[in-house]
Structures are given as C-alpha cells and as structure tokens.
C-alpha cells in the first residue's frame, strides 16, 4: 500500500477530487439517477458518462464544457456485470461511486492526463515510482491507430517512468459504454500495491503483468472520438472529449492503507453494525468476510436504488432490488442473522451517505420500510425454497447431473421467489450449475403467456441518424426556434410558424399528398411532447390549401419536435408558411389532471405518511394514474379523506405558481425531485399553496393558473401496481362532470323504478334487501323441510351388508348443502351404520359419505369418496368419518354410487 497511508476519509476524498477540478474550471454536475433516464439500452447507469451520452453524440449542449461528479453506479445486469464476484475478494462491488472529469470539446489528453498526474502525485501524494499507465494499440485488429500520442504526454509528466508505460489491446485500452455509441482508446493508471502483495510477474514479451494481485486499477482516462455503429464500423464524433472514471472505493483503499475495499471508512460502519447484529467477536467476524462483505454491499446498493425509486418487484430494476436484498438474506442466514435485520444496516448507509447523496436522507423512512417489508416476504417462504433445492441438488448427485435444467430454476423463482442468482450461488457450493440461458427463455416464455409484450423494440438508428442530420441541418441554417412549448393556455395554442422539414416513411421529402402519413418539423411549435407521464398536445397545422391532422408529438432527438399526423387535404411542402392550432379543450383537460397528481401526491402523504414517493404517472385528457410507494391498499375511509382534502384544496382556487431556477437552488428551497426523471441544469418549479405551499414539484408539464379550473376530484379506482407500489385513478373536469351526471342519472331510474325519492333511495334499498334475505331464509327452510321429506322414501332402501346398515342413495335436493343433515338424520335413527348419497346440483355432482365412529376399522370414509371422485371426474377426501366430494361429469352419478356399495361390501364382508 501507501508508504505513509492518510487518515483522509472517504468522503474527504470525494470532495477534495470535486474541489480540485473545479479549481480547473469544472463545473460540478450532481449525480443522475441509478435509472437512466431515456435510455433504453442500460438498464442501470452503470458509469459517469451516461448521463452525458447525448452530448458526446452532439444531440445534446450543456452550459459548460467541463465537468466532474462523483457518480452513482450499479453493475449487477448486461455488458458490465460483477454480481458473481461480490462478497468473494475485496474489490468488486453491485454499487460503486465513480469519480470523474469531463471535457466536451474542450481539452483532450495533454489537459486530461496532466491533471490526473497532478492529484495523484501532488494533491494526494502517490508515491511516483509507482505508478504505471497503459495507451491503446489495437494488436487484435489492426484497424484503428496507436495511441503514441498519449504515450508522449505521459513521458512529460515529472518522475513518469518512461518503462512503466505499456501498450495494451481493445480489451484493456479501448473503452465503449455499450455493443453501440461513443468509444475511443484510453489511458488506465494502475498503482503497484508493493511486494506484501508478491513479486513482480512478467508476460511472455516481458511486460509487467498489470492484472497480477500486486496491482490495483485506480483511473481510467477515455479520450471519446468514435461512435461505434457496427460490429466494426467506428465514425468519429462532432467534437473529441474526454471521459475519466476512478472508482472511489478503490483510491480510498489505497490512500488509508488498507488491502480492501471492505476494511474502508466507506464500508467499515455498516460492517460494524451487521457484527453488532450478529454478536460476533472479531475473530468470527474474520472467519465469516464473506457473509460481512456481500450484506455491507448489497444493503448499500439496495438503499440507493430504493432512494432513487426502485422498489423490490419481480421485474426489471425492481427484480434486481429485491434479488440483491434476497442473496444478502441468504448470506446473513449463514450468520445467524435469520429475522429482518438489514433496516439497521441500511439506516448505517443512510447516515454516512446522506450529506452527499440527499436522496437517502429524504427517504429514509421508505428505504427502511422497504428492506423490512422484503425481508418479510422473503422469509416466509425461504425455508420451503432451500428444502426444495435441496432435494433436487441430492436427486441431481444421485443421478450424475452437472447442470440444473433452466425450468426448474425458473420454477423456484415462479413458486418460491428464489432468485436463479441465489440457486446459481448454492448450487456452485455443490459444483453444479444452473443453465441460467434457460431460466430466461422460461422466464420470456412465461412472460409472453401472461400477456406480457417487450416494452421497447430495436432502437431505429437509421432513423434516429435521418433526425439528427435534419437537426444539424436546421440548426446550421438557423431556422429552428427555442420558444419551445406554450404553456399559457391563453395565449399561444394558436402560432404562425412555417414547415422546415418534411418526412414520409422515414425519408425526407419536399412534399406530402392527401391521404399519406407525414412527421412534420416546424421552425416554432406550441405542441407539448409527451413528458413525466403527461401525453402529447394534439392538433392542426393548416396553411394555403392543405391541411394536416397531428396524432401525435414526439422528439426522437433532443431538440427536434415532430409532429406525426395524416394530410387531410392538399400537399404541404417544406418552407410553407403554416398556423400550428393545439386542440385547447384537451390541452385544459390534460392540464386539470396534471395539476391534479400534484394535489394528489401531496395528501397521499399528508394522510399516508411521508415514505410516500410517487413511482410512476399517466396524464391522459379524460383520466390519470398515479403510481406511489406504500405496502399495503389503501382504505376506503383513507381514500374518502384523500379525495375530500384534495377537493377542499381545488375549492381554496391557489394559484399554481410557475419558476424557473437552477437545480440547486430549487432543491434547497424544498422542491421534490421525482424518481427517475431527469433534469436541465435550469429547471422549472411548479409551487402550490402560495407562501406556505404545501405541494413543490420540478415539474415541465402543463398546468392550470389556479385550482378551482381542475372542478371536481374523483378517485375511481385504487390497486396494486407492483409489489410495494400502490396504484389510484381518478378524474377531473369534464370527465368527472359526465361521471357525476351519470350516476345521478342511474341514482334517479332507479329511484323511480322502486317509486322512492333519490335521499330516501338507500333506505328503500335496504328494505327490500331485509325482504330478499327473509324469503331467501324462508325458502332454504323449505327446501330443507322438502329434503327431509325424501328421508322416509330413501331409508327404505337401508341394507344390512355383513350386519351393517349401509345406505347408497341418488337424492334430489337444490343444494349440495342440505346433504351433511340428511346423513345426521340416518345417524339418528340407525345409531350405527355407513351411509353414502349423491345429488346433482347446476349439473355438477357432489357426494358425501359418513361412517360412524365404531366402524372406522373397516370402512373409511375418506378412502371411499377418494375412490369414487374420480368416476365423476373429481376429487376430494375428509375425516374416516366424514367426506365430501364435487365432480365435472353428472352422467356417471350413478355408476359412482354404484362402486361405492361394491367398496363398502368387500369392506364389510370380506
């Protein structure tokens, strides 16, 4: 390690890296969302570059051309995945923060690698000599150029060892995020951790083997100038930029001296806690790392993604959230650690994460409740799971089987909720393997058959390359306007504009005739692009004799509206002058209900409790969903109150209060950020409430001035979304007007149908109910009485088979029910006996057999329903004194009594 290790603390580390780089004119960008945001190729930001993705594909401007941040990462699906190394060495990590600095089209490798240089060796003091670095040569395919020039920057820096430089191929020195999009070659710096850590080893062409255990990774510098679009097609970018990354934990061990990433101030508090938790001494904490490591880990990783609004489920991000907190369960059963324990770790992470990462802090309440709850959920069946494995694992040994089939392990997770990571981690301790490409055809296959369709297709290139050429294009010429949408609904529905870009199947045409589909390009538009749940403006564009219907409003690329619609008459040409007109009754319709969710959220909380976040929204014109975290339904009484709350707010008719300011500036002032959502640098507030707003939201739809324009408030539906996501529906306006006509309409026919007044309707109701419930009782007793009757008739045909009294009889009887009286009665009059009766009931068959106890020894009635079920294609059972059994097939009644008489006579008899 360090000849002389710091007493620098992680968090110390963080800011000092931002400090410093700031001092070079970075701006600091706060970490995006675990959840990429538009991005439907990752299904984590698994790297600091995400979020800057568009700007190194030249769709996207930023304000600056610098950055650094201090990166939430998970690596736990797809392309980057260490999941399978967690908890076994002291390195790898679901969760990592990565450091990072940015250039876009701003410096390049000189810039890039002498700051790194400088904050190693002289901010933080690394020892020098050693130091290595690595530059690309593509030995694998020759087909892109040697990076010599980094290498001559890195020969610059003071006490670089010119021969601790080394070249490297694609697979250390070549960087791409995905199998497409940005790439370029890189620059790693590793640190020689010292001889504690072995001897240097050599490759056979004598260079120092950097992958050995004596070396550590600490800084990756990509110099991004490709976007790759093919197996081997690589184009370069607009501009070349720089994008670094160091992962925190690893240059933290590093500078305190330690030989792991678990034996770090990052990590050492929750360690604590869980040997806390487990009562263990420090040697037992020793002896059971492996169990510490993978709990610390994916605790930490969990209450990220539940702050960033993952809630544990069985899909996507939501299964990898609860697949971590099940395999961290599994681990601490090892230690004894059997009943919900990880709130307390988690509330660790909280703590020394939250200053930074105020996401934990805001939801502390809700990342606990959530570990809680699915620990619960998991426990309870965890038991049956590990005994079901378990038996397959011995049949598997039995039988010489190496690999377990991928339904089966499907099947533990669709039965048991036993994750196939958790059976690929308990197989492996027996030297099995589960065929994990099989569980996820099973998984697909079972998806398709419950309805379930892929959420998105194949990303177009092709198309989103025409739309970001046309941007280029309109951008060079200056034709595009930045007015952007138009949210007063006043004024500015309606604009005169002109068409700029015209595209028909996807190819871009100067013309369009009637009858045809078309995108249209505006120079200004007033349309609102679907966003944050809210759907698209619809509307016209009209100009001098043509006319073109808009559907819908989409931007493919950022900065580029379309309007998709058909051309209903005439031919509209590229630079015609045009009247774009939002459909305004629906914009307002849709306004109503996006203020509405706003209300909504805020006395969801005030009546629910602050773990409340929402999750999930639609803001359709003629109603809205809204999706939140809570873990169990909501009461009728509590949703009376929310709807009640909200009304009384929309009847105070508060002014929506619109602002716009930096990100920082509205967190500071209380505005909520949404999970998932991302956010300019300059954002737009939506404030209710005035001075004492209790509803402060970043917010970029569309809403009304005031409350009183929503008019009424109805809550149609509430439900369960997900696990631990709760569901309402609800309308506003005028659908709730049509709503509340309706069903004073229904209120006032049936009113008149049963010759009552509306507000005498519910006592008229349950007058009538009293009647119903009273003929009904009047007739069952008759029924019964009718039953009863048949008894003289059917006793006439008791048997004495082998001395015992044995009635099999076919009764008629409007109810399966009255069949246990029917054969009390025969217990009464014979005192000892066997009897079995059958009926026929909305032509389904049921049986029943009852033995009196002192003939259980011979006869039993379970065994003879058992036998004779399934002659009417049924089944069932019961006591040896008493069964029952229903059936499909009526027709074979009789031949069922029939075998039970035989039954009963071998029994009796023989």
Known sequence: ??????????????????????????????????????????????????????????????????????????????????????????????????????????????????MAWQLLTEQWGLPKDRLYATVFKDEEKGQLPQDDEAAAIWFEQPGFHKDQLLYLGRKDNFWEMADRGPCGPCSEIHFDLGPDFGELTYLDDGRVDLDGPRFVELWNLVFMQYNRTGENDFEPLPATHVDTGMGLERIVSVLQGVYSNYRTDLFTPMMDKIQELA??????????????????????????LIGDGVIPGATGQSYVCRMIIRRASRFAAKIGLDKPFMAEVAA?????????????????????????????????????????????????????????????????YSTYGLPVEITRDMLEEHSLTVDEEGFHNANEAHALASGKGKALGVIDTDRQSTFNNLLNALTAAGTLSTDGVAYDPYEGLDIETSIVGLLKDGTVVDNVATGNTVEVVLAATPFYVASGGQMSDVGTIRGDGWEIRVDDTQKPVNGLVVHIGEV?????????????????????????????????????????????????????P?????????????????????????????????PVDIAHKTQDEAIADGATALFGEKYGDIVRTVKIGGENAFSYELCGGTHVPDTADIGAFIITSESSAAAGIRRVEAITGRSAQAHIQTQLGILSGAASSLNTSTDQLQSKIDDLLAERDALKKAVAEAEKANAMGQLDSIFTQTEKIGGVSVLVARVDVPDAGVLPDLTDKFR????????????VVKDRPNLIAVVTKDLIGKVKAGDVIKTIAKTVGGGGGGKPTMARAGGKDASKLDEALAQAKEMISGLLVG
């Open 568 to 620: 209903v008459a005439g031919s509209p040409t590229t630079g015609a002058s045009a009247e774009a007109y939002v459909a305004v009754e629906r914009r307002w319709d849709l306004m109503r209900n996006h203020t509405a969710t706003h209300l909504l959220h805020a006395e969801l909380q005030s009546v629910l409790g602050d773990h409340v976040r929402q999750a999930g929204s639609l803001v359709a």
């Open 622 to 654: 003629d109603r809205l969903r809204f999706d939140f975290t809570h873990n169990s339904s909501v009461t009728a009484a509590e949703l009376q109150d929310i709807a009640e709350r909200v009304n009384a707010n929309i009847l105070k008719n508060y």
């Open 1 to 114: 390690m360090t000849d002389n290790p710091s007493n620098i603390t992680g968090a110390e580390v963080r800011k000092q890296f931002i400090e410093f780089f700031e001092e070079h004119a970075h701006t600091f960008v706060p970490s995006s969302s675990l959840v990429p945001k538009d991005d439907p190729t990752l299904l984590f930001t698994n790297s600091g570059m995400v979020q800057f993705k568009n700007v190194f594909l030249g769709t996207e401007t930023r304000a600056y051309t610098r950055a650094a941040n201090s990166q939430k990462c998970m690596r736990v699906a797809g392309k980057h995945n260490d999941l399978d190394d967690v908890g076994r060495d002291d390195t790898h990590h679901t969760f990592f923060e990565m450091l990072g600095n940015w250039s876009f089209g701003d410096y390049y490798k000189e810039h890039a690698i002498r």
């Open 828 to 839: 009464q009059t014979e005192g000892s006996g066997v009897i079995v009766l059958g009926t």
């Open 348 to 412: 660790v992470t909280v703590a020394e994460y939250g200053d930074h990462y105020t996401q934990l802090a805001n939801n502390r309440a809700l990342i606990l409740k959530a570990f809680t709850a699915e620990e619960e959920r998991f426990l309870k069946t965890l038991d049956s799971a590990t005994a079901q494995l378990d038996g397959i694992i011995k049949g598997m040994q039995a039988k010489g089987e190496t690999e377990l089939n991928g339904a089966v392990a499907f099947d533990l």
């Open 279 to 304: 009562g263990h001494t420090d040697a037992q904490r020793e002896e059971n790392l492996t169990p510490y490591r993978v709990i610390a880990d994916h605790v930490r990783g969990a209450a990220f």
